[in-house]
């Protein structure tokens, strides 16, 4: 299985971009898959996850309200659609999936399948 994540992009502040994350399998089966970035100097850190079954989905308190993550089965995806960016938003945005319970699913290291990332920067 692996994970492709695409999307990135040069945009202004308050803009907005999409990111895909496309799953190479049908018989993908993990229980959620999540996007997280890393910013230049800092640790890799949560931005969102969905359910693949259901599509609940959950955020961290610095994208609510600005970021949306969605899944497409039809096309083995998952897309995050990011609004109103800033600045401090700039990093290299990972997918990556998870068969960790629910508890777990902010938590970097129940992810075992990882994208290689996409460059997003938001200039002021």
């Known amino acids: 299985v692996q994970l492709q994540a695409s999307g990135g992009g040069l945009v202004q502040a308050g803009g907005s971009l999409r990111l895909s994350c496309v799953i190479s399998?049908?018989?993908?089966?993990?229980?959620?898959v999540g996007w997280f970035r890393q910013a230049p100097g800092k640790e890799r850190e949560f931005v969102a996850t969905?359910?693949?079954?259901?599509?609940?989905?959950y955020y961290a308190d610095s994208v609510k309200g600005r970021f949306t993550i969605s899944k497409d089965a039809a096309k083995n995806a998952v897309y995050l659609q990011m609004n109103n960016l800033r600045p401090d938003d700039t990093a290299v945005y990972y997918c990556a999936s998870t068969n960790g319970p629910l508890s777990t699913w902010r938590d970097i290291n129940q992810y075992n399948i990882w994208g290689q990332g996409t460059l997003v920067t938001v200039s002021s």
């Open positions: 969905i359910r693949m079954s259901g599509g609940n989905s």
């Open positions: 399998t049908r018989t993908f089966s993990s229980r959620a």
